[in-house]
């Protein structure tokens, strides 16, 4: 359970001079628990902020983020049990796909047989086990982003969050990443929030999408809703 709540929330960086940023601004939406939620918007919208919000990694903040029943700021790292997976994923390069994917697991001292135990579960699920000992420099691109998202789902995280993990990838390619995002959606259940710059792939993916421009919230709704808005920005942006 992970139910994610935006509330009159804002979000800013600090430049030189104190001169501020408004990156979010009064974002009030309700992410439910287990669903599959994309948040769609062009470059520099503040898809990144936002989910770097619910990481707890933005300092200066406005309004309220309740994961849970429980404000963001007081909520632990070790206890939030989130994975984050950007397109700039690296994977680290010394370390065989095994030592990659056992990696978050070790970070929290689980247990040597447990980890042994859910690396492989978690490798023969995205059936890339015979990949365990290579190096990542022996892995095609798409046998990257599969290690990439079997480091993201060994902690059986309650909320995964994707930041343009597919951006640069080629049409088959991301597909067939798209249908293991959304088998992993059906079969553990945690609750995705998934960032795009692409309408295709807020559609195909998006139970719920949200819509942002310039640090505001446009638009929420199902595929249908959205694209029946009436909104200026939601219309202009549906017909590029
Ligand atoms: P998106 O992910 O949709 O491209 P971001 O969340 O990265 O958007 O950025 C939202 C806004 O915040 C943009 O105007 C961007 O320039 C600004 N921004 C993002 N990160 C920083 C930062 N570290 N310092 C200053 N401004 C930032
Ligand atoms: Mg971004």
Redesign the pocket.
């Given at each position: 359970m992970a139910k994610i709540s935006f509330q009159d929330f804002s979000a800013y960086?600090k430049?030189k001079k104190k001169k501020y940023?408004l990156?979010l601004n009064k974002i009030t939406l309700e992410i439910p628990s287990e669903s599959f939620f994309v948040v769609v918007?062009p470059?520099?919208?503040?898809?990144?902020?936002?989910l770097k919000a619910i990481l707890g990694g933005v300092e200066l903040t406005d309004g309220l983020l309740i994961i849970n029943g429980t404000s963001v700021e007081n909520i632990k790292k070790k206890e939030a049990n989130i994975s984050y997976l950007s397109q700039e994923y690296s994977l680290y390069p010394h370390m065989t796909v095994y030592e990659n994917v056992a990696f978050p697991l070790r970070r929290m001292r689980t247990d040597f047989q447990e980890i042994d135990l859910r690396v492989k579960t978690v490798l023969d699920y995205l059936k890339i086990d015979f990949l365990a000992s290579r190096k990542p420099r022996q892995l095609s691109y798409g046998q990257m982003q599969r290690v990439a998202i079997a480091r993201a789902l060994v902690k059986n995280p309650r909320i995964m969050l994707f930041d343009e993990p597919f951006s640069n990838l080629e049409p088959t390619l991301k597909n067939e990443l798209r249908l293991t995002l959304k088998n992993i959606h059906q079969e553990f259940k945690p609750t995705i929030i998934y960032?795009t710059h692409d309408l295709t792939d807020a559609f195909i993916l998006g139970e719920k999408i949200a819509v942002?421009n310039g640090?505001e919230l446009e638009a929420i709704g199902t595929k249908e809703e959205i694209e029946n808005s009436d909104k200026a920005f939601v219309r202009s942006f549906l017909s590029r």
């Open positions: 960086y430049l940023v990156s918007g470059s520099g919208s503040g898809k990144t902020t936002l960032a942002l640090g």
